[in-house]
C-alpha cells in the first residue's frame, strides 16, 4: 500500500525518541515494511529500474507464502499424497509393501524446500541490489521508521515513498478454555514432526493435508 502522506501517524503516539544516542537518519527513495508478496515486487520492481530501495523484514524473507504458508502446506500435501498412492498402488497396479509414514523425513523435505526459497529471495534481493534491513520497524515521524536489528542496534530509516505491506498472522479466537489448550496455528501445524493421534480442527480449509492422511 502507498502511503503519500502517513496519516496514521496522526492518529498514533508516534514520537521521535527522547535517546541522545539516536542513529543518524538514513535516506532511501523508496521504502518498503514487510518482505511478503506484495513488498518484495515493489521492492525488486524499483530496485531494479535503478531507485535506491530498502525493505525491512522482521522474520521471513519472502513473506508467509514460502516460509509459513502456501508453498510448505502444498509441499506437506504433496508428502499426504505420496503416502495415499502408495497405499492405494494395487488400485493402479502397483504392487508395494507396507506403508507408514516418517513425519520427521516430511518435516526435513519441507525444510529443505523453505530454505531453498528464502536463498532463491536473498538471492534476488542481492541482484536488484534492493538493501534487505532485517529486523522490526516501527514509524517514528512521517515515513521514517526505527529498526530495532535482529542482530541488535537500531536504524533510523526514511523513505520518499513509504509502501506497507504487513500481513496477517493467524488469531486464536476467544473461546473459553481454548488458549489455555494451546491449539496449533498453521505455523505449527507445518512443523510437526509426529503424526498426531487425533486432531480437531475448528475452521477448515487450509487442512487437506491432514484429511488425505486420513486422519481427522
Ligand atoms: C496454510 C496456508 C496456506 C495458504 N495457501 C495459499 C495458496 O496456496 N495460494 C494463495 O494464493 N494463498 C495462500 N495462502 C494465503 C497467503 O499465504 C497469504 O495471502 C499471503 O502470504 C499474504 O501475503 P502478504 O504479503 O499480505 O503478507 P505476508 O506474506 O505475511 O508478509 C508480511 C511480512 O511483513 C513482515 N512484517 C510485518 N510487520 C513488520 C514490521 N513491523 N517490521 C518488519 N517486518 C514486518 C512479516 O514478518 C511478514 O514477513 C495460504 C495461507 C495459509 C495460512
Not at 62 to 91: D, Q, T, Y
Amino acid at each position: 500500500m502507498f502511503l503519500d502522506e502517513f496519516w496514521a501517524f496522526e492518529k498514533s503516539n508516534c514520537s521521535w525518541p527522547m535517546e541522545v544516542d539516536m542513529p543518524e537518519v538514513e535516506r532511501y527513495e523508496i521504502l518498503v515494511i514487510g518482505s511478503g508478496e506484495a513488498g518484495k515486487h515493489v521492492t525488486w520492481t524499483f530496485a531494479q529500474a535503478g531507485h535506491r530501495t530498502a525493505v525491512v523484514e522482521r522474520k521471513y524473507i519472502g513473506g508467509s507464502c514460502p516460509n509459513i504458508a502456501c508453498l510448505p502446506s502444498k509441499n506437506v500435501i504433496r508428502s499426504a499424497k505420496a503416502n495415499w498412492f502408495a497405499l492405494h498402488g494395487a488400485e493402479y497396479g502397483i504392487q508395494s509393501g507396507p506403508v507408514s509414514t516418517d513425519m520427521k523425513g516430511v518435516l526435513n523435505r519441507k525444510r529443505k524446500m523453505v530454505e531453498g526459497e528464502v536463498q532463491a529471495h536473498l538471492d534476488r534481493f542481492k541482484a536488484t541490489r534492493a538493501e534487505l534491513v532485517r529486523g522490526e520497524a516501527r514509524f517514528v515521524a512521517p515515513k521514517t521508521v526505527e529498526v530495532q536489528l535482529n542482530e541488535g542496534g537500531r536504524r533510523m530509516i526514511t523513505g520518499d515513498r513509504v509502501f506497507l505491506d504487513l500481513g496477517s498472522r493467524a488469531a486464536i479466537p476467544d473461546i473459553p478454555g481454548l488458549a489455555a489448550a494451546r491449539p496449533m496455528t498453521h505455523v505449527e501445524a507445518l512443523d510437526l514432526d509426529r503424526l498426531p493421534g487425533h486432531v480437531i480442527v475448528l475452521g477448515d480449509r487450509a487442512w487437506p493435508a491432514t484429511r488425505r492422511r486420513g486422519r481427522s
